[in-house]
């Protein structure tokens, strides 16, 4: 009998322990998840506050630089507008006459600086026409003309220069424009004129264009000129399509 009792209750005991280890388990597993799950969440919450808000912000500056290029775009078809009504009321002819062209090769397919298309003498393109991207952002002019096909050298070809006009302000002043290679120009001009960066760099003449804007001016302390750097309205190693000026109206 005494044996009896003895067994069960060290199986109650045993029984007993285990029940308690398992509560404990239980219990610690409850606990850790817990803390894990807090762990995480003061890690991972700031993590994706941080990263809503910093996309958030560069969501806010592209849509900003996009309102600011379609509102230059939109001023700039404004004034193209106004500049094509003025000189019809002078009765001079402000149209221009182009042959839309594809671009077969570019760089470094070619020399740099340098286009290929798809048009040629059949399509009346003569040396000498003005090329442009697209409206008046002017990009090159025709150095060789064939059947078919014709090439065209970038204004920023290296060793021409051109006599353009510099838009400073409310004003324009003439400047003999270098090119650089690489879609790059450079001018001189008198020390104090007031040139700045974003300053718009035009084709003189009855039919005007936008041949550059200027990136960069050097200025030296105690020299009476300052370098203008500029560079092309476009990339044109990104040109699929470019608009070949029928008039020669090359300065």
Not at 200 to 217: E, Q
Not at 219 to 231: A, D, L, N, Q
Request: charged letters at 20%.
């Amino acid at each position: 009998m005494r044996n009896r009792l003895g067994v069960r209750q060290l199986r109650l005991v045993r029984a007993t322990a285990w029940v308690m280890v398992l509560v404990v388990l239980f219990g610690v597993a409850v606990f850790w998840r817990a803390e894990v799950r807090s762990v995480l969440l003061r890690v991972v919450t700031p993590l994706l506050a941080l990263r809503n808000s910093f996309g958030a912000s560069e969501a806010d500056v592209l849509r900003q630089e996009l309102a600011a290029v379609r509102a230059r775009v939109a001023d700039r078809d404004v004034l193209y507008a106004e500049n094509l009504d003025l000189k019809n009321r002078l009765r001079r002819d402000a149209a221009v006459h182009s042959t839309l062209a594809g671009v077969l090769l570019r760089p470094p397919a070619v020399p740099y600086d340098t286009l290929v298309v798809d048009v040629g003498a059949d399509q009346g393109v003569q040396v000498g026409n003005i090329v442009a991207a697209g409206g008046t952002v002017l990009v090159g002019t025709v150095t060789e003309v064939y059947a078919t096909t014709a090439k065209v050298r970038l204004l920023s070809s290296p060793g021409t220069t051109y006599e353009w006009l510099l838009s400073i302000k409310d004003k324009t002043i003439p400047v003999s424009v270098e090119g650089q290679g690489g879609g790059s120009m450079r001018a001189k001009v008198p020390a104090g004129t007031g040139v700045v960066a974003g300053n718009s760099v035009l084709l003189p003449g009855i039919f005007g264009g936008y041949t550059g804007s200027v990136s960069y001016v050097e200025v030296k302390s105690g020299e009476s000129f300052e370098t203008v750097y500029m560079h092309l309205p476009v990339n044109p190693l990104e040109l699929r399509y470019v608009e070949i000026w029928n008039e020669n109206t090359t300065q």
